[in-house]
């Protein structure tokens, strides 16, 4: 193992955005096992510290590889293509449309099940936006176009949490 691999060297898994997830989390649990500082506890403070770093390296693999938005990032990280969610905001105008009508939707539910209607809807767009970044990084290696979808995936993650506070805001 060399400490700068990339997560997916790390984790030994293939670059790729369509990974199972119980494939990700084993090698972890494998990995974590390798490098855990408590194995090295007879070899002395240097070499806890080393297996500290390593811990912590491989804790951080483990979190962007589950992530599917962070997955993303990275995959388009490792191909040259940054997200750049700061300085480039653009997005197709059917997209901010979307993003407007949920808002005004969120803000308009007055009961769980309009918020639990609209829930649905943003899951089925997330789902959608996931396989299109399966065809784009996947299939086609098109970080490029899978920046955009990133990005909007991105939105409709934050969204989510959003409509999670709105539910159980209404709930109480």
Not at 111 to 136: F, I, S
Request: with cysteine; proline share 3%.
């Amino acid at each position: 193992m060399r400490i700068d691999a990339d997560d997916f060297e790390l984790f030994d898994l293939p670059r790729r955005y369509a990974l199972d997830r119980r494939d990700v989390d084993e090698r972890w649990r494998a990995l974590q096992a390798e490098v855990h500082p408590d194995r090295f506890a007879s070899e002395g403070g240097a070499a806890q510290r080393v297996a500290m770093q390593w811990a912590v390296r491989v804790n951080e693999a483990h979190r962007r590889l589950k992530d599917p938005v962070a997955r993303a990032v990275e995959l388009c990280r490792l191909a040259g293509v940054d997200i750049d969610v700061h300085d480039n905001a653009a997005m197709p105008r059917e997209f901010l449309l979307q993003q407007m009508q949920w808002r005004e939707a969120l803000a308009e539910a007055q009961r769980p099940d309009e918020v639990l209607a609209l829930e649905t809807a943003v899951q089925a767009r997330q789902r959608l936006l996931e396989q299109q970044l399966v065809t784009e990084l996947d299939e086609q290696g098109d970080a490029t176009a899978a920046a955009q979808t990133v990005r909007a995936l991105m939105f409709v993650t934050r969204f989510r949490a959003d409509v999670d506070k709105r539910l159980e805001a209404l709930e109480a």
